[in-house]
Structures are given as structure tokens and as C-alpha cells.
């Protein structure tokens, strides 16, 4: 009984969750993907969106979310889709344009992202009204499951040299699972400059500069269940280039 009635405040409180996902050759883990946000997000009843924002996959990916669509709503299951591949940053300022949330999730459509840990997101942002709320593998009982040794030195390292050469105030830099105010996504994304791998980091970095408030959800990270990494040997190289040049100009 209290959880319906608490589910019933959550629906009458006024605030909504727009979750963005942006997808490339994603058919089969956004079904999943899907029906877990909406049945966590249905069991807490907070009110949301789901945006997926499909980069021209060519494994039929918009054809699964059409499908989606038809089962779960057109309002709960909004298609922004683009033509080609044109990185996360603009799909975040392309889905933004469209979110009717004051909050807006962004993660991974891989399943590397557990929905589950959206109510503690939520929690922990009306906790202490922070601007955004970051995932961490790195604190309390977060973790990574179904890394290699190569895959956990790369990012513990990307964090190490970002917490020495440019002290973010957050223990995750890298992880893309996060729970911001819409206002505050919308100005960070208008002054990051930084694709793929490193366009993570700078946002808390800029968060940071601007004196937004942020707080960190434990989460456990699982390596992507289909399809293949997106991180090769060129996002490596690119995030030390985009670190140095952080460093160099904040």
C-alpha cells in the first residue's frame, strides 16, 4: 500500500524524466532497454519519455523502436531520428530540443545502464536539489562486470589523470549514465566542445567551473551484452589529446 501511495505522489509532484537514447546498431538490446525504464519508471510512478535518437543504424534499429512505439505509446516512446552517425553531443542537443521533461536522463542503450538505479538517481537529486546526479563505478558498492584488465586500466587511468590534472570534484568522469536539470544539461552541452570518449569528463569539468552542485549514485556497470565496444585505440588517443587540452584551457 505505501509504495502505491508513494507511486501516486510521484505522478501529482509535477516533475518529468526525459530519458535520451542515442542509438547505433542497437536492435537488440532496445527492446530490453525499453521495457526495463518502463517498468521502473511504472513501478515508482514518476512521469517520463523515452527519446530515442537512432544515428542511420543499419541493422534496423528504427524499425524495433517503430515497434516499441506502437506498443508502449507515442507519448512514452518519442523517434527522433537522424540521417548519419554525427556523435553524442548533438544527439544530446538534438533530443533536448524535444524533451518536454524539466529532468533529463541521459545512457547507454547497451544495457551497460541498469534502469534500476533511476529511483536512487531521483533520491539522491531532490536529497540535495543537486543540478545533476552522476553515476559512479568508483564509489560505495558501484563496479564494472565483464571488463577485461585492458578495458579497467584505460578507464581507471582516464580517471586517475583527470582527478590529478584537473581535481572535478566527482570520482567518475567517464561513465555516461546521468540525471540532470534540463537548464543545466542545456547550458553545459552549449559549451563543450569535445566529442566521443572525453565529451563525458568535460561536461563535469564545465559543471564544475560554473559551480553546479553534483551528486554521485553508486552503479554497477556491465560491459554491452550485443554488438560490439565503441571504444577502439583512436577514442584513446583522442581522450589524452581532449584531456591536455582541458587542462590546458580551464
Not at 531521483?122 to 543540478?131: A, C, L, M, V
Request: proline share 3%; charged share 25%.
Amino acid at each position: 500500500m505505501a509504495s502505491r501511495k508513494t507511486s501516486h505522489q510521484n505522478r501529482v509532484n509535477g516533475d518529468k524524466y526525459s530519458v535520451l537514447l542515442p542509438t547505433y546498431n542497437e536492435r537488440e538490446n532496445l527492446p530490453l532497454i525499453v521495457w526495463l525504464l518502463v517498468k521502473y519508471f511504472g513501478e515508482s510512478g514518476f512521469n517520463y519519455e523515452i527519446i530515442v535518437i537512432d544515428d542511420g543504424s543499419p541493422d534496423g534499429t528504427l524499425d524495433v523502436a517503430e515497434q516499441l512505439q506502437k506498443i508502449y505509446g507515442e507519448d512514452k516512446i518519442l523517434l527522433r531520428p537522424r540521417a548519419k552517425k554525427l556523435g553524442l553531443g548533438t544527439a544530446y542537443i538534438h533530443g533536448m530540443k524535444h524533451a518536454t521533461g524539466n529532468f533529463i536522463f541521459i545512457m547507454d542503450a547497451d544495457l551497460s545502464h541498469h534502469p534500476k538505479f533511476i529511483p536512487e538517481f531521483i533520491e539522491k537529486q531532490k536529497e540535495g536539489d543537486y543540478d545533476l546526479v552522476s553515476g559512479t563505478r568508483y564509489q560505495g558498492n558501484g563496479g564494472v562486470y565483464g571488463w577485461d584488465l585492458r578495458r579497467k586500466l584505460i578507464s581507471r587511468g582516464a580517471n586517475f589523470l583527470t582527478q590529478v590534472l584537473l581535481r572535478p570534484g566527482a570520482s567518475d568522469l567517464t561513465g555516461s549514465f546521468r540525471l540532470y536539470k534540463k537548464k543545466v544539461l542545456e547550458s553545459l552541452v552549449e559549451r563543450c566542445v569535445s566529442k566521443g570518449y572525453v565529451f563525458q569528463m568535460e561536461m563535469i569539468i564545465r559543471a564544475r567551473q560554473l559551480n553546479y552542485t553534483v551528486g554521485e549514485v553508486p552503479i554497477s556497470f556491465v560491459d554491452r551484452v550485443y554488438g560490439e565496444s565503441k571504444l577502439g585505440g583512436n577514442e584513446i588517443v583522442s581522450f589524452v589529446k581532449g584531456l591536455l587540452t582541458l587542462f590546458a584551457t580551464t
